[in-house]
């Protein structure tokens, strides 16, 4: 089946429907910024979830954690970020419009994604050829200059005690800081992995297509920690369980794609990536990153115990990362406090990470998008999210035919009964067409309805969301049907 929806589609959808609203909306709204309402954070909970499940409780190798979002401004020295997290702009000279330049479009030709910045302004910074986004000026546009990614924010009672912390830009450094703690407190072994859920942050200046790309989104991350040597195939593994999630929720295998870094594109540490894309509808469908996995090698935890080595000079200079260096490595940083020691093998190492990166909020609008079909029925458009299951907002509608005659008192034991075991939704208003055409929008998989036959023998009306089948089943069978049907 062909992917037909279109961006204004999804967006009038999420609206009308409580998936998703601008945030402080009554106040004109804050530009990239999005709300989850009360279905959009029940899907996105289901998100999670189903990620949670995929990655941890299905593998006996890997915890959880959840980290801080404020850290130690020297973890953010250690990680590279307080000195590098920063994208080049060019402010338009017409309507003084700033924009990344890595996101500007050449004169009369075709956008090309994936421009290395490095690559592209090392010799010349040329913006000759570069057409503005918004007024469409040709090749004037300042100079570029770095702008910084990461918020910054106060902590401390006054001003002379006061600290500059950053809010995360990514999940992951929280991770690395934890490894020996959680090498101290379990009993995990190499291989393994830790991995987290949570908000981080970033100081966008180019924003794109509804939460594609905001300044406060969510992350599922996860670093798996193994030996040096196994770490390629620890890398291909990855990828095809990270791959099958997709798909095994749904998405058309024809809506997604590998696509590896070149050489000249891959970040400093890695030794491998590779981005798991979708065919998002912006324009006439562009291809852009869902997930990536990196082979980062040992670069973190060897950074952190520099990072560690360097605290007594942070203090010395009151917290001004920008004159901090990193102290040298140790003669053999293998035995340093990060490393770790192979009971099996008697030997010590630093372990190379593999690292799967999910963006939540951008699953979470695939999901949407790949879920969203148009089609004819009775000379009527039909709207309607196809999602899987595990993943559909509310799993079961609840129904009365009719305000009388005992059903909707039926009707409202039946959804009582049902909630102890999944989300479900009870509704009485309106023509029973319209009900369904209302779930349909939701994506609820099934419906009942409770008519003048329930009181005879006991059966009710169940409507497939798909097919639009509809079947009776014994209301002393129904908990069991859905379970079977809705695999829970």
Known sequence: MANLAKLEDIVSL????????????IYGGLASCYDYGPLGVELKNNVKKAWWKSVVHMHDNVVGLDCSILMHPLVWKASGHADKFADLIAECKSCNTRTRVDHLQNHAEEHTEHVNIDVELAATHDLSNKVCPKCGKVGNFTEPMPFKLMFETQMGANVDDSMTLYLRPETAQGIFANFKNVIDTTRVKIPFGIAQIGKSFRNEVTTKAFTFRTREFEQAEMEFFCEPGTDENWYEFWKEQRFNWYTELGI????????DHDPDELAHYAKACVDVEYKFPFGSGDWQEL??????????????QRGMRTLNSWYEQKGDLTQIQLKD????YNKGPLSYFDEQAKKRFIPYVIEPSAGIDRSTLAFLVD?????????????LLRFHPALAPTKVAVFPLVKKDGMPDIAHNICKELKKYFTCFYDQAGAIGRRYRRQDEAGTPFCITVDGQTKEDNTVTVRDRDSMEQKRVSTDQLLNYLRDKLEI
């Open 14 to 25: 999420c609206k009308r429907r409580g998936f998703i609203f601008q945030s402080s909306e």
């Open 252 to 259: 058309k295998k024809d809506n997604l794609r590998f696509r």
């Open 291 to 304: 997930e990536g996995v990196a082979n980062r090698t040992d670069f973190d935890l060897r950074q952190h």
């Open 329 to 332: 490595e140790a003669e053999d």
């Open 371 to 383: 879920a969203y079909d148009e089609e004819e029925v009775k000379g009527e458009t039909r709207n």
